[in-house]
């Protein structure tokens, strides 16, 4: 390995380490992290919804409370 291929080696794990401390780096193990338990939240949330919606009885109640 050359002097020049060490420097960048050396250079590009620099520039690695400094993009995972960047706050709006979308792949910083600490964002990574962040949106796995924004994704778990979301799903429980629509997960939710669809439980708590009776979706046979939707119609009637549009056509109860919606005029045309």
Known sequence: MTLQ?????????TIQLLEAEI???PSASRNER?????QRSLASYFRGLEDAIDWNALET????NVKE
Do not use: S
């Open 61 to 64: 109640i549009y056509y109860r």
């Open 5 to 13: 291929d060490e420097l960048l080696n050396e250079l590009n794990q």
């Open 23 to 25: 706050p709006a780096n």
């Open 34 to 38: 962040i949106e796995k338990g924004f």
